[in-house]
């Protein structure tokens, strides 16, 4: 089951914050969040592994209630260099292998 | 420190003929390796999975295949393209660190089937 991302759609001025939201039908073991520019390969950003975990990367964090199956991804005075397609990865653990099921993507666009 | 390539980076073939992609993993041993592919402006569908040498699970019915002949080489290939495989097609690794388990993409490979 995909995970669903919301918004589809984010357009900011450089300095401006955004949430960007996934959420799962079904119950959790990881959530993989990744930044895609257009025409390149998606790059990892981080992976949250427990219910409550919190993790940074400069000025973008990003949360995950396993309780709710949710993660949430928080980008902090937006710079254009955030602009890009974000995609939140789901993995179930056990023997899925590793597998990772992403969700429909949020295209952030950062004007200045 | 581990890399993954993957070849040609822009393919434009005509309906009916084969395919081969190709990507390889270096730096570490016995991966999990995927195959995903991104259709224009839509999300990442993974195709294939591999947790090791010949051994490869599908995760869609389709007109493709994958093969893994040595550890860190996995192929997608097809005897038939059609239109609708046309995409963005994506190799990755599982990177199984202290950081925690997730996956590496290659930089692609841009398919147009015409």
């Known amino acids: 089951q995909q995970p669903v991302q919301s918004p589809q759609a984010v357009i900011l001025r450089e300095g401006e914050d955004a949430v960007i939201n996934c959420s799962s039908s079904?119950?959790?073991?990881?959530v993989h969040w990744y930044r895609q520019k257009h025409g390149e390969a998606p790059v990892f950003l981080m992976i949250?592994?427990?219910?409550?975990e919190q993790k940074g990367h400069e000025k973008i964090s990003a949360s995950f209630n396993e309780k709710k199956q949710q993660s949430s991804l928080y980008l902090t005075a937006s710079q254009l260099s955030y602009s890009g397609t974000y995609f939140c990865?789901?993995?179930?653990?056990?023997?899925?292998?590793?597998?990772?099921?992403f969700g429909q993507g949020t295209i952030l666009t950062v004007h200045p | 420190s581990q890399t993954i390539h993957q070849w040609p980076a822009t393919l434009v073939q005509p309906v009916g003929s084969p395919l081969s992609l190709e990507c390889t993993v270096e730096?570490?041993?016995?991966?999990?390796l995927y195959w995903y592919r991104q259709a224009a402006g839509r999300g990442l569908q993974l195709l294939f999975y591999?947790?090791?040498?010949?051994?490869i699970s599908s995760e869609v019915p389709q007109n493709l295949s994958a093969s893994r002949p040595q550890d860190r080489q996995f192929i997608l290939s097809s005897k038939k393209l059609l239109l609708s495989d046309s995409g963005f097609y994506l190799c990755?690794?599982?990177?199984?660190?202290?950081?925690?388990?997730?996956?590496?993409f290659g930089e692609g490979s841009w398919l147009t089937v015409v």
């Open positions: 990755a690794w599982r990177s199984t660190g202290a950081t925690g388990n997730t996956i590496y």
């Open positions: 079904k119950a959790l073991y990881s």
């Open positions: 949250l592994l427990k219910g409550g």
């Open positions: 990865g789901t993995g179930r653990g056990g023997t899925s292998y590793g597998k990772l099921t």
């Open positions: 730096g570490t041993s016995n991966p999990n």
């Open positions: 591999s947790i090791g040498i010949d051994q």
